[in-house]
Nanobody, 124 residues
Framework: VQLQASGGGLVQAGDSLRLSCAAS????????MAWFRQAPGKEREFVAV????????EYADSVKGRFTISRNNAENTVLLQMTSLKPEDTAVYFC??????????????????WGQGTLVTVSS
């Protein structure tokens, strides 16, 4: 398994949750790492990305200021800290790895490797 996402669960609106994505070293060390999400009946959408070097982050407007993506280089993991969660954040969250995604970081096709997804449910 190249990517393994975990940390999802059921929370209330306003709560915080942290997702984790464990990656193989060969991927983590040289790939841009991202989170996408897919709500029921909707297409998979970009959430956040962190470049492999030098760690620049980009966020979807809907999560900017509430979510933070980071890399734990010692453990080859990518974290997504989510705060002030809203019911509309309910979705299956996927981690993904792409090679030098550049300005096309919101496009799913730019990512070669995908994790299995972890469900986040935010109740009102």
């Amino acid at each position: 398994v190249q990517l393994q996402a975990s940390g999802g669960g059921l929370v209330q609106a306003g709560d915080s949750l942290r997702l984790s994505c464990a990656a193989s070293r060969s991927i983590f060390s040289r790939y841009d790492m991202a989170w996408f999400r897919q709500a029921p009946g909707k297409e998979r959408e970009f959430v956040a990305v962190i470049r492999w070097n030098p760690g620049i982050q980009e966020y979807a407007d809907s999560v900017k200021g509430r979510f933070t993506i980071s890399r734990n280089n010692a453990e080859n993991t990518v974290l997504l800290q989510m705060t002030s969660l809203k019911p509309e954040d309910t979705a299956v969250y996927f981690c993904a790895a792409g090679w030098d995604v550049g300005r096309r970081y919101v496009e799913r096709g730019q990512y070669r490797y995908w994790g299995q997804g972890t469900l986040v449910t935010v109740s009102s």
